[in-house]
Structures are given as C-alpha cells and as structure tokens.
C-alpha cells in the first residue's frame, strides 16, 4: 500500500474524496450486502447435499456474514472458511469435516461463476472496444520463478490429496469422502447444479457492481463500464490472495495499473480501490457484530439434549373430507410417535374416523386455540407439531425439523408453504413465508408450526383465543428463542381461497390482523374472518 501511495499525488487523492457522491457509495454498500446474502444462499445449498452438516438457513446467512470479518481478518476466503468451519461446527454439533467439504464445494462453484462471469465480460468488453490498449502493452512471459511455484503449488494440493485418500479415518479422509458425496448429489440434480451456478453468477455480478459503483462515485465522467467490467474480475482476484488484510495494497495496485488503460487517473483508481476496501471492512464490522451477539447469547442459552420425538398434534371439525390423507402422510414420518387429533364437536364422522386411524382422539370445546392447547398438554414427545387438516407434509419433514433443533438457540418455527394446484395470483408462497419469518418474525398455522415442548410450557401454552393464536404464539416464543423455517415444504389446500375469492380472502385477513393489533376482541375477529 505504501509502493501505491508513493506512485500518487496524494493532494490529489483527497481532493478526489472530497468530490465523493455519497448516493453512489451507499448503492455499493447496498450491493455488496445483497452479494454476502447471493453468498449464504450458495453455501447453504452446498451445505444441504449434505445432511450431516446443514441446520437452517438462517443459521447459514448469519455465519456468511461473520465471514466476511474472518475473511478480512486472515487474508481472503481461503484463510476465512477455517475459522468458519470451527465456528459452525461447535454451535451446532455437526461434523466439521463435513462442514468444511461443503466450503470447498462452495469455492469450486464460485470459481465457476467467476469463470462464466469473466468470459460474458471479456465478449462484452470486445464488443465494445474495451481491449484497444492492447495494441501498445508489450507482453513478456512469466520467469521461471513464477512456473516453478506454481507447480510446487499444484504438487502439494496432489500429495494432500492422496495422502487423505489413503487415510480415510483422518480428518482430511473424511473431508475428502464428504466432498465426493456431495459433488455426486450436485451433478446429479440439474435443478441443483443450476441453482448454486445462478447464485455463484450473482454474486460475481454484485461484487464487481460494488467497486463500478465506488469508481462511479469518485468519477467526474461516467464511467464506461461495458468496457471495463472484464477488468475488475481481475482486480478481485487479485485482492483475493491471502498476503494481506482485505486485498490491502493488491487491489489499490491492480485497479492504478489496469484503469489506467482507460485514461482514468491513478488518485481516482486507488481512490475507488479505497472506497472499496471501505466497504468490505464496512461489512466485516457488521460481522464482527453478529459473532459477539451470537457468542454471548449461546454461552448464556441452556443446553438441550437432542428431542427423539415429534408429538402431532391436529384440530379438526368436520374434516372427514381431509383427515384421512393428512394422517396418512403424518404415519410416514419416523420421527412422528404419536398423532393427537382434537376433535370439536364434529358431526361427519371426522371423531370416528381418525380413531380408525389409529391417532389418539380427544373432545374439546370448540375453538383453534383451545383445540391445540389441550392436545399439546397431553403430548408425550419433546416436540409439539401442530398441523392443519388440510396441510401434508413429506417423508423428510422430520429430519428437517430435527436439523433446525440443532440450534439451541432455536425453540421453534414453521415450515416453506404451497399450494396444491394454486392460481397465479396464489404463487410466490415461499417468498411470503420468508418474508414474513424475516419481517414480523412469525409462521402461520397452515405451515406446519413446531416448538420444544420445553418453551411451549415455559410461555404458558398456547393461546386460548379461536384466532390469530400462532400469531400469539409466536410473540410469545420470540422472547424464548428464534423461530426460524425448517429445510422442507409443506402443500395446504386453497379452498378458503376458492370459496371466499382470493382478493377478498386476503382482504379479510388484513382485516383480521389489523384489527388484532387494535386489540379488538375475539368474537369480533370471528366475525370479520368469517365475512359475517
């Protein structure tokens, strides 16, 4: 850093920072965070082609972004994913060799990105005149030096390799093995592959966005980005080596080097290098943050031993129609051992039938939450599912409740939701649940809600109101622990929907909810969410 400073004008530099647009330095700021979260999502894909090593994915988004200030700590984000692994692996109990094959996996989809990213930029760039410098570069082969480092290089990653290979037992061995099967599971599912390869894109896109922004916000012309974007892949691979505290000094010297060749001048290059650095240690802070939050809370939580089993538990009135197919789909989930339904006053034959199969049966007066409470006060199991009778779950709806209750921080949640042959006006479920998770906080009913028994105790049950009882719940449990969506979905029937209409079923609720948070009484919200 101190060679490129020397290279500069350095009254020149702060005057370029004093023109500085600040409306441009936040849209980098902005971008850059959005690329940290394209970031989480991809790993937690690679996390979840593996079972062993996947919770939730909010836990995958937070350890990402407390990354970013390990990355800048020891030198990039080849030195950052060991403290990650390490970190991720103690919090939740999961193996770190699996762990830490599934940051390899990360690594090897982002190069591909890049490589897609670089190779778009490169067309682009040549489309639009942006190699014509090249004319006057005189081009000299790397010294023997470089060739024999990097063979050195590439034979200590070979000898690595085969010794973990003959070790399976070993940490490496089982890092090994674990990348295999994961690298299996990813090129096997197209859907897959082309999820982590779109994130890995984005997030390329975005992070060089990052610095066109910081070199548009010290720019006096606008910058020809069309022709220069092939450039700052280079650049961030170049700030990407692991000699220096957030590509501290390569970057500044990369940027100087190569924008010169677009007649930008050296103190607004290392300026917006600058700015750059800014943002990356901007957001290293805020990781830095959420590993001292997060420390503190898991070092005063109370440990909890993982649950065994799941006690379902489901209120029905007249559901002779839906009961059958529902507990038929619960029956095929081991981790389930028994299945309440609280009946309230059925008179189709819903009471007898469910006896018929097999589920635990009980009369209660009606009401939804009345219904749920009684039911979870008589089940057995460490964890309480509460489920609609018009909502199904999948085989693997278990296990993935039980990876989230890895977290002890965890102490409940819901699961991703959709409609069984929705309209369109019906689509785009899965965003609402994260947005909803993300925004107030909460699950609805008809995503299958979960809570340790434990916490459901601990908050007195659930509520006894004939609606908006999870919301209530929800409020409740948030001052126990984190609620967070399981890695699998549940489908639940539109046909509140289609009776009612969409647009006025969705009126009604919004109704409903703003009518609770005014306090309104119960019987009265009865009547505005039946339309009466």
């Not at 920072?17 to 971008?31: E, H, N």
């Not at 939740?92 to 094959?101: E, I, M, Y």
């Not at 038929?328 to 981790?335: G, H, N, S």
């Not at 609720?509 to 009466?532: D, I, P």
Request: aromatic share 10%; hydrophobic share 50%; glycine share 10%.
């Amino acid at each position: 850093m101190a060679w490129v400073l020397r290279k500069i004008d350095l009254d020149a530099l702060w005057v370029t920072f004093r023109t500085m647009d600040l409306y441009w330095y936040g849209a980098a700021q902005l971008v850059f965070g959005l690329g940290l979260l394209g970031s989480a999502i991809r790993w937690h894909l690679m996390l979840r082609l593996n079972h062993e090593a996947v919770v939730h994915g909010a836990a995958s988004v937070r350890m990402v972004f407390i990354s970013q200030f390990f990355n800048t700590l020891f030198g990039g984000p080849s030195g950052g994913d060991l403290p990650k692994t390490a970190l991720y692996s103690r919090w939740f109990g999961v193996p770190a060799a699996d762990v830490l094959a599934a940051s390899v996996l990360d690594r090897l989809t982002s190069s591909i990105g890049g490589m897609i990213f670089i190779s778009a930029a490169l067309a682009l760039g040549a489309v639009s005149g942006g190699f014509d410098f090249m004319a006057r570069w005189k081009f000299q082969a790397p010294g023997a030096w470089v060739w024999v480092g990097v063979g050195l290089v590439l034979s200590a990653g070979v000898a690595v390799i085969a010794w973990s290979a003959r070790r399976p037992a070993s940490f490496l061995g089982r890092s090994l093995a674990a990348l295999r099967k994961s690298a299996r599971f990813l090129v096997g599912s197209r859907r897959r592959s082309a999820q982590a390869i779109g994130c890995a894109l984005s997030t390329a896109i975005l992070f060089n966005v990052t610095q066109i922004c910081c070199l548009q916000a010290l720019s006096p012309e606008p910058v020809p980005w069309t022709r220069l974007f092939w450039m700052y892949q280079l650049v961030t691979m170049v700030s990407a080596l692991p000699v220096g505290v957030a590509g501290t000094g390569l970057r500044e010297g990369a940027s100087m080097v190569l924008l010169g060749q677009y007649q930008i001048a050296a103190p607004t290059a290392v300026a917006a290098a600058m700015l750059t650095l800014s943002v990356h240690l901007g957001w290293a802070a805020v990781g830095a943050c959420i590993l001292y939050r997060e420390h503190r809370w898991r070092r005063n939580c109370t440990k909890t031993s993982a649950p065994s089993g799941i006690s379902a538990v489901m209120p029905v009135w007249n559901e002779s129609t839906q009961v059958s197919d529902t507990v038929q789909r619960l029956k095929a989930i081991p981790e389930i051992k028994e299945i309440i339904v609280a009946d309230g006053g059925s008179t189709d034959g819903t009471r007898e039938l469910a006896e018929r199969l097999g589920c635990r049966v009980i009369r209660v007066p009606l009401g939804r939450g009345r219904q749920l409470a009684e039911a979870a006060r008589l089940a057995r199991e460490e964890v309480i599912l509460m489920v609609h009778a018009d909502t199904w779950l999948n085989p693997d709806a278990g296990a993935a409740l039980f990876r989230c209750l890895r977290d002890p921080l965890v102490v409940g949640g819901g699961f991703w939701k959709h409609f069984r042959h929705p309209p369109w006006l019906l689509r785009g479920s899965r965003f609402r649940c994260w947005l909803r998770i993300w925004w107030s906080g909460r699950v609805l009913g008809d995503q299958a809600m979960f809570v340790r028994r434990a916490a459901l105790e601990a908050v007195g049950g659930v509520p006894d109101q004939p609606l908006m009882e999870e919301v209530a719940l929800c409020q409740k449990l948030r001052k126990k622990g984190r609620l967070v969506l399981a890695g699998a979905a549940v489908t639940t029937s539109d046909r509140r929907f289609r009776k009612h209409g969409i647009a006025r079923t969705y009126w009604r609720m919004f109704r409903v909810c703003r009518a609770y948070r005014r306090g309104v009484s119960a019987e009265e919200l009865v009547r505005l969410y039946e339309g009466r």
